[in-house]
């Protein structure tokens, strides 16, 4: 029987459109099967009374995955750097400046005199430090061994949450982590018109490429016979014969999906992955009642508050003026819609005073899973790109990292998927 494609790739997020096009410049023939009645997965952006909302803040770092956009002849015009960043940060319900910069580490009542040149020099040492010859250890160990101030801790673990969405210490590796401060203290690009229009341009490139995407195709299983992969069945009753399928679902999806998982690696990644949530509060303004404050971290309270629309030529909404404040709550075990909501509320009253009368629409999602897995101390083993129980099956998503964050880890777990399939010929059967 002869195969239709040489690759079906299951979910067409990031990490499936990027497999995808990575494949299909090879000269691969590709079908994205998604569920969803539209590609993109966790990066689209909804559009509510003209204004462009992601799922929550997105800002792209000078990481794996904007990288591998260049290789793929993205629009560069779709990026816009971030060139400003004043930060400040919330503590005993009071703004300050939060140390960053000279000025603001002179200026910010954050830090005892003494603690500010210690914060200084810490600073330096992690922007300069080679982050692949830190010892295998958690955050916690690396700051007990090299930080004796708890505030200068404290200011330090909130960067690594900012950059990363976690914050779990004990359990986060402390190379990676590093690796991922740098790049987001260098500054990060935002997506003009949202990550949507990121998707949009993956999905144009790959069908000028030939690439078949299929939304509203639900994938119920995928058919091995004597530890080869032999067939996809979709929810709508089609069966696609194909040798080779990287699937980029969810950990707990996939278990579900692969006939006897429990027997591969498959079910060792899905029990070590710990996934990381946030609740997110979008809100469009018709102007912003205090300019001052555009970028605020929660001190003492795990929460980060951005207006995306400081960045110039961002296009977040149709008519252009309208200011987009993102504010996220970093989950930890529990959490409470309304009270996380109203939390937010809380901090956006001290910031940005009578936001309320400039309400124009708004998102909330009490609940996102900003990623699967991350590089943590618990884990056994760095998953994929192939499932070694079953040829001609792979993994990539966010969750699939090898140290790289968030859409970073998705894009480059995808390149590793698709280079390991391209180094095997022949594909079709
Ligand atoms: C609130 C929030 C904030 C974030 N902020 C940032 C940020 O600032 N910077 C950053 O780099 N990243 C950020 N991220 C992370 C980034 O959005 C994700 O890492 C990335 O979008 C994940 O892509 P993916 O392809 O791995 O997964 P997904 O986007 O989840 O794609 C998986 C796809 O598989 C599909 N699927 C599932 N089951 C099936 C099935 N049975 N059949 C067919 N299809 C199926 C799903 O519908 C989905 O479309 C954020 C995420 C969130 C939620």
Not at 224 to 241: F, K, L, P, S, T
Request: charged content about 20%; glycine content about 8%; some cysteine.
């Amino acid at each position: 029987m002869t195969a239709k494609y040489d690759v079906v790739i299951i979910g067409g997020g990031i990490a499936g459109l990027v497999a995808a096009l990575c494949l299909a410049k090879e000269g691969k023939s590709v079908a994205v099967l998604e569920s969803q009645g539209q590609m993109g997965g966790r990066a689209i952006t909804n559009k509510k009374e003209g204004v462009r909302f992601n799922l929550g803040s997105h800002a792209l770092y000078f990481g794996e995955a904007y990288a591998i956009f260049q290789e793929l002849n993205l629009m560069p015009d779709l990026f816009k750097r971030v060139d400003e960043f004043t930060p400040y940060g919330i503590w005993k319900e009071k703004v300050y400046p939060f140390p960053v910069g000279i000025s603001s580490l002179l200026k910010s009542p954050l830090l005892p005199l003494s603690d500010k040149v210690k914060f200084g020099a810490i600073l330096m040492k992690v922007l300069k430090l080679d982050t692949a010859s830190i010892p295998y250890m958690s955050l916690r160990s690396w700051m007990e061994e090299n930080v004796d101030s708890p505030m200068i801790r404290n200011l330090l673990y909130v960067l690594a949450r900012g950059g990363t969405y976690v914050q779990a210490p004990d359990l986060q590796v402390a190379g990676p982590l590093f690796k991922q401060m740098q790049r987001s203290i260098k500054g990060v690009y935002y997506v003009k018109k949202g990550w949507g229009s990121l998707v949009d341009q993956l999905c144009k490139e790959a069908l000028r490429l030939g690439v078949t995407l299929l939304p509203l195709k639900k994938v119920r299983s995928v058919e091995h016979r004597n530890g080869q992969v032999q067939h996809v069945q979709c929810a709508d009753g089609e069966v696609i014969d194909v040798s080779h399928v990287i699937l980029t679902t969810s950990p707990k999806v996939f278990l579900k999906l692969i006939p006897h998982a429990e027997h591969t690696s498959l079910k060792l990644w899905e029990q070590q992955a710990i996934p990381i949530t946030a609740a997110c509060l979008d809100i469009g303004l018709r102007s912003l009642p205090n300019p001052k404050y555009q970028f605020v971290y929660g001190v003492d309270q795990p929460i980060l508050m951005v207006n995306a629309s400081r960045v110039k030529g961002l296009e977040l909404s149709d008519d252009g003026d309208i200011q987009l404040f993102q504010m996220i709550k970093f989950l930890g075990q529990s959490s409470d819609p309304q009270e996380d909501r109203k939390q937010l509320e809380r901090a956006m009253d001290l910031v940005q005073p009578n936001w309320r009368r400039e309400v124009v629409a708004e998102q909330y999602f009490p609940k996102m899973t900003v990623v699967h897995d991350f590089m943590h101390m618990k884990r056994t083993e760095n998953p994929g790109p192939a499932v070694p129980e079953i040829r001609g099956l792979y993994v990539a998503g966010d969750w699939a990292t090898h140290g790289e964050y968030l859409v970073d880890g998705a894009a480059a777990s995808a390149k590793r998927a698709a280079c390991h399939i391209l180094s095997r010929e022949p594909m079709r059967v």
